[in-house]
């Protein structure tokens, strides 16, 4: 399994974008068939995805379309930017892959690694 490890500012001004790294170890961006994702979990309410990158570099955008994916490969991290963030963005944000033959969206149960997490609040 791989490793991650989130990084980025704990706290973020309201209309601002937040934009959290995740470094991989252990592995490679870009090899077949892993999805890189982000998920968040806001207090008192469950795990949210928040969309997925793929290994050919491919981008899954969650419902609300806020946010956007990226990544480089020549440092094995990828980004997530969540653009014009609210009070309600406030949230634990964790970063987390999985190697699946088929497309997002996954199962919480089909998520292979996990990183620590990282608390983001949002206020002025």
């Known amino acids: 399994q791989v490793q991650l490890q989130e990084s980025g500012p704990g706290l973020v001004k309201p209309s601002q974008t937040l934009s959290l790294t995740c470094t991989v170890s252990?592995?490679?961006?870009?090899?077949?068939?892993?999805?890189w994702m982000w998920f968040r979990q806001p207090p008192g309410k469950g795990l949210e995805w928040m969309g997925a990158?793929?290994?050919?570099?491919i981008p899954y955008s969650s419902p609300s379309r806020r946010s956007l994916i990226t990544r480089n490969t020549s440092k094995n991290q990828f980004t997530l930017h969540l653009n014009s963030v609210t009070p309600e963005d406030t949230a634990i944000y964790y970063c987390a892959a999985t190697q699946r033959d088929y497309e997002p969206p996954f199962d919480l149960n089909e998520v292979d690694s996990w990183g620590q997490g990282t608390q983001v609040t949002v206020s002025s």
């Open positions: 252990g592995g490679a961006l870009t090899t077949k068939y892993y999805y």
């Open positions: 990158i793929d290994y050919s570099g």
